[in-house]
């Protein structure tokens, strides 16, 4: 089993920055890829991006490329998300997930995941 808890949403200008953290415990959070997903109401959730177990790998959904950055620190069980140049469009609820071994896109596939952090960006 692996714990999972989302922090540091927030209300934030567009254009500004945020960044999330997700908090692992458990099992060795150090065997398991993480995603970052997001859903907004009335839409599907949406794949952010996500890590590999080491953090070399790393993968990024068109919407957020080169906007959005996410690290991993093994040593303290923790990933972040940091949130840059950010959009009204971005607004959601933010989970992270993970599972072992491969990278997925698709939230189906993860088996464990946090509550969620609410991120809102205004005009």
């Known amino acids: 089993q692996v714990q999972l808890v989302e922090s540091g949403g927030g209300l934030v200008q567009a254009g500004g920055s945020l960044r999330l953290s997700c908090a692992a415990s458990?099992?060795?959070?150090?065997?398991?890829?993480v995603g970052w997903f997001r859903q907004a109401p009335g839409k599907e959730r949406e794949f952010v991006g996500g890590?590999?177990?080491?953090?070399?790998?790393?993968y990024y959904g068109d919407s957020v490329k080169g906007r959005f950055t996410i690290s991993r620190d093994n040593a303290k069980n923790t990933v972040s998300l940091q949130m840059n140049s950010l959009k009204r469009e971005d607004t959601a609820i933010y989970y992270c997930?993970?599972?072992?071994?491969?990278?997925?896109?698709?939230?189906?596939?993860?088996?464990?995941w946090g509550q969620g952090t609410q991120v809102t960006v205004s005009s």
């Open positions: 997930a993970a599972r072992l071994r491969r990278l997925p896109i698709d939230s189906y596939e993860y088996d464990y």
């Open positions: 458990g099992r060795t959070f150090s065997s398991f890829v």
């Open positions: 890590i590999d177990a080491i953090g070399v790998w790393k």
